[in-house]
């Protein structure tokens, strides 16, 4: 669980990860999500396909203490059969007795929704951004 201490108000910090289309923004690697459940300036809840998790705001001296965790759900275990038939000897190979080719494996089914590995990168990069400055200090405009 990544956290930090970001040098943002609370209030500040609960604006950007309060609104769904935001932590949207943020969360995007991990494909559509939604807000869930929210404890008023502290917690917001959020999951989504195969993916959910929590960010947590605590006050911690000149800044806010940032956590975020995030767990994906294990795979379902599914084997598809081959829908290839089975290689059969022709009369020359039986025969000669030679070995019958060894078979392509069948390909993998395309996972949907994040793997463990790709979750922690993630969630760092949203700590970065939300530490990111939104505009220069001391400027106009």
Not at 68 to 85: H, L, N, S, T
Not at 127 to 134: F, K, Q, T
Request: no cysteine.
């Amino acid at each position: 669980m990544p956290q930090r201490t970001l040098v943002k108000s609370p209030p500040e910090l609960w604006a950007e990860i309060s609104d769904e289309a935001a932590l949207g923004r943020h969360l995007e690697p991990l494909g559509e999500i939604r807000i869930t459940r929210t404890e008023p300036e502290t917690t917001v809840a959020w999951e989504g396909d195969r993916v959910r998790g929590t960010v947590a705001l605590e006050p911690s001296g000149w800044g806010t203490k940032v956590s975020i965790d995030a767990e994906v759900e294990a795979e379902p275990a599914v084997e598809a059969p081959d829908p290839r038939p089975a290689p059969r000897r022709s009369f020359f190979q039986r025969l000669l007795r030679r070995p019958l080719p060894e078979p392509e494996p069948a390909p993998l089914p395309e996972r949907a929704g994040p793997s463990v590995e790709d979750v922690e990168p993630v969630l760092v990069e949203v700590l970065d951004a939300l530490g990111a400055a939104n505009r220069r200090p001391f400027s106009r405009g």
